[in-house]
C-alpha cells in the first residue's frame, strides 16, 4: 500500500458535506420552533404540537427505501437534485400556510424530501469517499449534522423570539436553497460495471427496499437511538429540574465542540485497526456519560456528562453508519444508507415515545441515571448482532489490511 493517503477533501466531499449542514439546519430550525408556532399562534393542542414532528420523521421513514431503490436506477445525482428541489419547495410552502391541516400536510411534503435527501447524500459520500479512508470520511460527513444539531436550535429560537415566526421560516427557506446550490456542485463517478441499462432492468421485489446485510447495525444503531432521542427531547427539561438552566444551552456546545477535537483521531482509528476497536470503547464512554448526567448536581458533571456522551455516542454513530455502508456490494451502498437510517429513526421515534412515558412516572434524572446500564447491555448486543462478526480477519468489505 501506498504511503501516499487517497484524497479525501475533494470538491465533491465539501459539496455533498455543505449540502448535509444546510440541510440539517433547516431540520433543526423548525424542529424546535414548529411545535411552539403550533402551541402560541395557531392555538393548537400539545398533542398537534407533537404531531408537526411525528409527521415529519414518518414520510421520511416511508420514502427512504424508495428513495435507496430510485437512487440505483436513476443515479444518485439525479436524486439529490429532485430531493433538495422538493425539500426548497416545500420550505416555501410555510411562509403560505395558516392552517393546522395545511401544516401537517407541508410537513409531510417535506419529510418526504427530507427522506430522500438524506439517503441520497448518504450513499453519495459513500461512493465518492476512499475506501482507505472510509471510516475517517463519514465521520466528517456525519460532523457536519453534528454541527447543525447545535447551531440550529439556538439560530431558530434566537430569530423566533427576536423577530418572529416570518423571518424564522424566511432562515429556512434561505438555508434549504443553500443546500440546494451546494448539490448543484456535486457529480457522481458511476460504479464500476453499472449503466443506465443495467440499472432498470429485473422486476421490482419489497426486499430490494432494504439492504439486508445493513438490517444488523442498523437494529443495534437503533437500540442505541431509543437513548439517545431521551437526550434530544428531554435534557434542556432535566437541565431546568436539576437548577442548572444556566448551562442548559451549553450542552450541545460542549458535545459538538468534542466532536471537533475528537474527529480527526478516531474517524482514523478506525480505517487503521477495526471497527471493534473503536465501538467498544465509545459504547463505554456513552454509558459513562449518561451515568453523569444522570446523576449531574453541578454544571461541572453535567458538561463533563456532554462531553463524555459526545465523545461515546458521537463516535458510534458515524462508525455503524460506515459498517452498514461497507457490509454491502458497492451497487448497494445507496440501499444500505436506506435501510440504516429508516431502522435508526424508528428508534428515535420509538425512544421519544418510551420516555415520555415513563417521564410521566419517575423523574429524567432516574430515567438517564439507569440508561447508563442499558447501554452498556447495548455492548451484548453489538456483539450479538454485528461485532463477532469483525473479529480480527473478517472486517466488512471495503476495509483494507493496513
Sequence with gaps: ???????????????????????????????????????????????????VTTVFLLSAIIIRPFAGKWMEKAGGAKILLFSLILFTGASALYLFTDTLAGLMVVRFIHGIGFGMATTATGGIVASIVPDARRGEGMGYFVLSSNLAMVLGPFLGLTAMQEWGMKTMLIMGLASSFIGLCAGLFVSVPREPGSSASSRVKGSFSFRELFEGKAIPIALTGAF??????????????????????????????????????????????????????????????FAVGMLLLGSAHSALIFLAAAALIGLGWGTLFPSYQTIA???????????????????????????????????????????????????LAGIGVYYLLQGRKLQRGKQPEGVESM
Excluded: C, H
Excluded at 444556566?246 to 478516531?266: E, G, I, K, N
Design 1 to 51: 500500500m501506498s504511503d501516499q493517503q487517497p484524497r479525501l477533501w475533494t470538491r465533491n466531499f465539501i459539496s455533498i458535506s455543505v449540502s448535509n449542514f444546510f440541510l440539517f439546519m433547516t431540520f433543526y430550525f423548525l424542529l424546535v420552533t414548529l411545535p411552539v408556532y403550533v402551541l402560541s399562534d395557531m392555538d393548537g393542542k400539545p398533542a398537534e404540537a407533537g404531531l
Design 224 to 285: 442505541f437511538a431509543i437513548v439517545y432521542s431521551s437526550i434530544l427531547s428531554f435534557v434542556s427539561i432535566y437541565a431546568d429540574e436539576a437548577g442548572l438552566n444556566s448551562v442548559s444551552s451549553y450542552f450541545f456546545v460542549v458535545y459538538a465542540a468534542v466532536l471537533l477535537v475528537s474527529r480527526p483521531y478516531t474517524g482514523k482509528w478506525f480505517d487503521l485497526y477495526s471497527p471493534n476497536a473503536i465501538v467498544y470503547p465509545a459504547i463505554t464512554l
Design 325 to 375: 455502508i461497507m457490509a454491502a456490494p458497492p451497487k448497494r451502498r445507496a440501499m444500505a444508507t436506506a435501510t440504516f437510517l429508516s431502522i435508526y429513526d424508528i428508534g428515535i421515534g420509538l425512544g421519544s415515545f418510551l420516555i415520555g412515558m415513563l417521564a410521566a412516572k419517575v423523574s429524567i434524572g432516574t430515567i438517564y441515571f439507569y440508561s447508563s446500564i442499558y447501554v
